[in-house]
């Protein structure tokens, strides 16, 4: 049978529950899909392809979904670094922002991203920023698979002048991309400290007709509970729960201060929360209880937050970071075993962002979403478990292909489907010009 592309791997890993690793296995792509997982010699006999791709000493995962990003921002990256929250936010970011963030801006900070994320094996993200069109049109032209956030913040930009039009701007965005085959859209109020009752009871109203997910940062400090108290008399989570927000359409990133009672109410509602392990730590924002929200049936998706804040986009090390800081916070080294860590940063992202039909894992059927990964260099061998391997020892180096759709877009390490030179040079300028302000 002729088939689009054959893949010769050394090891397919599904991250499927109840799909173990399979050794010396091909994945057959056809219309973009999976059509087949079986044997490499079974494989050779049955497929003819149009494009081999031989890789001996490779992991196939499916591409890693990076579950919350503002992409633009890393044009910021490093431009703060060292400060508390509010401090980064109100006194660095958001002058940054108000002077800078503008649609040349946008679509050069998101090309940047994206060339960084596909490098590193990432095939998906989810993203929260001002001008989501251009975020949009960006990801789409380089063939990377999108969740576009419709910002809705009290405060105005240049994106919007208020709540009516951050609104009336995500219908017309929404509108826009419905016919984009990589694209999807979610709502994305800021925070419940920058949104207040009234937009977000009427953006709740708008995500129920259009059946649209919810993407918003919750719980992501002390200082955020405490304002919630002090301006709504409760704390966040159950303001939100009060508005009907608390549900399963809801993707509630950072999370680091919960109680047991809060925990236990995000797992009766079904919503999903997004760790953001080197962010959270790097602002000592606090340390998500992981496996507690694990261990209560909560789905638990993984992303890197911006490149401000991170300071990449890099999800082999922030799966590492997780595995690691989930058994400390814990107390326990059997916590956030590998296994859990990979599929956090693939098919429960997928999950968070109503994608699992389509993407997170390798199962025949699924879009061919997938990224290898070398374990043939000296600091993962010799491989006893390649999903361990990934995990604590594989840097973002060794993603040496992509497909996305099964459209090649990383080759021998090489990102082929941006001017990677060009966009790199351009970053430097901005560095420039921001740098002299």
């Known amino acids: 049978m002729q088939v689009e592309s054959l893949i010769n791997a050394r090891w397919v890993i ?118 989501p069109d251009i975020t949009a049109r960006v990801a789409a032209e380089a063939g990377i698979r999108s969740v576009i956030g419709l910002i809705l913040i009290d405060y105005p930009s240049a994106w919007a002048e208020d709540t009516d039009g951050y609104l009336s701007k995500a219908v017309e965005v929404h509108d826009s991309l419905r016919n984009e085959p990589l694209v999807s859209t ?25 059946e649209l997910p919810v993407h918003m940062h919750v719980h992501e400090t002390d200082d955020e509970i405490r304002q919630g108290m002090e301006a709504h008399g409760s704390r966040p989570l159950e303001r939100l729960n009060r508005l009907g927000l608390l549900g399963p359409s809801l993707a509630a990133v950072h999370m680091t201060h919960l109680s047991d009672a809060e925990i236990a109410s995000v797992a009766e509602s079904g919503a999903s929360v997004v760790h953001c392990p080197e962010s959270n730590l790097k602002l000592a924002s606090g340390f998500c209880p992981v496996q507690r929200l694990l261990g209560a049936g909560v789905n638990v998706a993984l992303g890197t937050d911006g490149a401000a804040s991170n300071n990449d986009l890099d999800m082999l090390s922030e799966m590492r970071t997780a595995a690691l800081l989930g058994k400390g916070v814990a107390g326990d080294p059997s916590a956030l075993p590998a296994e859990t860590v990979l599929r956090m940063a693939t098919l429960n992202g997928a999950r968070a962002l109503g994608l699992a ?81």
């Open 14 to 131: 599904p991250v499927e529950p109840g799909h173990p690793v399979r050794d010396q296995h091909s994945i057959a792509i056809e219309n973009g899909r999976i059509h087949a997982i079986l044997p490499t010699a079974e494989a050779r006999e049955q497929f003819t392809a149009a494009r081999t791709v031989d890789l001996p000493r490779h992991a196939l995962i499916p591409g890693l979904v990076n579950a919350h990003t503002h992409a633009a921002m890393s044009l910021f990256r490093g431009l703060a670094d060292d400060l508390p929250l509010m401090d980064w936010l109100q006194n660095h970011i958001w002058p940054a922002e108000s002077k800078w963030a503008h649609e040349e801006f946008i679509a050069d900070g998101t090309r940047l991203a994206v060339a960084e994320m596909l490098r590193g094996g990432t095939t998906c993200f989810n993203d929260m920023y001002f001008f």
């Open 186 to 210: 979610s709502f994305a109020p800021h925070a419940p400290y920058s949104v207040s009752d009234a937009p977000l009871q009427r953006m709740l109203v708008l995500a129920n007709e259009l």
């Open 357 to 437: 039909e389509q993407t997170g894992s390798l199962l025949e059927g699924k879009i061919a979403d997938i990224s290898a990964i070398d374990l043939g260099q000296p600091q993962t061998q010799p491989v006893y478990n390649p999903v361990s391997q990934i995990v604590y020892a594989a840097g973002r180096e060794q993603v040496s292909d992509v497909w996305v759709a099964g459209q090649r877009l990383v080759s021998n390490s090489r990102v082929n489907c941006m001017d990677v030179q060009g966009i790199t040079l351009n970053a430097a300028r901005w560095g420039q010009r921001i740098g002299q302000d």
